[in-house]
């Protein structure tokens, strides 16, 4: 069998899978409070005793793998320690995703734990699209690059996408949103991403539930000088707090729950509104741009995550607002990362022949 656990700072899923691919069993637990994450996730999984024995690959979804991790890695205490150095560039979720694999391995410790990286759909993006405009040796010292995030969903939507279109990997072009907590979009030419909304960071590219997306970098300076106190790393804290956690549809509207959000929309209340379409715009941008990337041959749209295949209502109108791009045909597919994983794991572990 094989657990894949999917940690988040605000949830943790996780699905069992036979050796097949046939599911198990599944659970999505939502966590308010962080102090009781560790509690809650040791309760959980002592909930899966009966299948303890059974489980022998454990899947984990890691969020930033930086320029170190660009495939699938059986986790060890290097592995471990070397991913600790991105906590700070994806905090919603690194720092979660290594609790994950720490009680796992607690749980399990016979098992093989297996890391799956959200970056590595994006390793290797062209260099027009990897680099910023920073100076090359500060790029390369630093390691600054446009690493991409979602990639595990995004690469499941593609493959989901062929397989309905009936189009052969190798030359399907799309355009893929995944909209969530976090919202992200890629450009995918010929079974392969060209572009991606978010960076070095989850931070960049749309407005998010809780994140603003791009911003001018002015800003961040701005922001630093005015704020109270010196600067320091516990102002720099602040600051990326803000940006995490307090910003986006929730630093516009007041409204954290995109589901509440669309019934204040519906009441026409005027913050939430004003989110809403805030949100739906910088999408819709950034849908041009990557027709324009892909010179126009996208075989479709593609939306998936909680919010891009829940309700319709934010995909109708973004549909709506893209019809000057001609009849393109949109598709749904529900997120499914966990399997995504449990594939990757599998794939991995056969080519290495273990």
């Known amino acids: 069998m094989i657990l894949v656990l999917n940690c988040g700072s605000q949830s943790v899923k996780y699905k069992i899978f036979q050796d097949d691919l046939s599911l198990v069993s599944e659970k999505k637990i939502d966590i308010k409070n962080q102090k009781d994450y560790q509690k809650i996730l040791k309760s959980e999984l002592d909930k899966c005793q009966k299948y303890q024995k059974e489980i022998k690959l454990v899947g984990h979804r890691i969020v930033h793998g930086g320029e170190k991790f660009s495939e699938p890695v059986v986790i060890n205490s290097k592995v471990l320690k070397d991913l600790k150095q991105f906590n700070n560039l994806a905090p919603l979720h690194n720092p979660f995703n290594l609790l994950g694999v720490k009680q796992a391995i607690a749980f399990l410790p016979k098992a093989r734990q297996l890391a799956v990286f959200d970056t590595a759909f994006y390793a290797n993006l062209p260099l027009v699209n990897r680099l910023y405009g920073l100076p090359r040796e500060l790029t390369e010292k630093y390691k600054i690059y446009h690493y991409g995030f979602h990639g595990i969903s995004h690469k499941y939507v593609m493959l989901e996408a062929a397989r309905e279109l009936k189009i052969a990997l190798s030359k399907i072009n799309l355009i893929s949103c995944h909209l969530g907590g976090g919202w992200s979009i890629a450009a995918i030419k010929n ?164």
């Open 191 to 354: 079974g392969n991403p060209i572009d991606t909304s978010m960076g070095f960071t989850p931070l960049e590219g749309l407005m998010m539930m809780s994140r603003p997306g791009d911003v001018d970098d002015g800003i961040i300076f701005r922001l630093l000088k005015e704020m109270p106190g010196e600067i320091n790393s516990e102002k720099i804290e602040r600051l990326s707090g803000m940006l995490n956690h307090d910003s986006g549809i929730k630093g516009i509207s007041g409204i954290a729950d995109f589901k509440k959000l669309l019934s204040a929309v519906s009441l026409g209340q005027s913050d939430a509104e004003l989110a809403f379409d805030m949100a739906v715009n910088r999408l819709v941008k950034y849908i041009g741009a990557y027709w324009t990337e892909l010179e126009g041959n996208v075989q479709a749209i593609v939306f998936t995550g909680a919010i891009g295949a829940g309700n319709p209502m934010t995909r109708n109108q973004v549909m709506k607002k893209i019809k000057c791009l001609g009849n393109l045909p949109m598709l749904v597919v529900k997120a499914n990362e966990e399997l995504m994983i449990a594939r990757e794991v599998k794939n991995i572990l056969s080519l290495r022949g273990a």
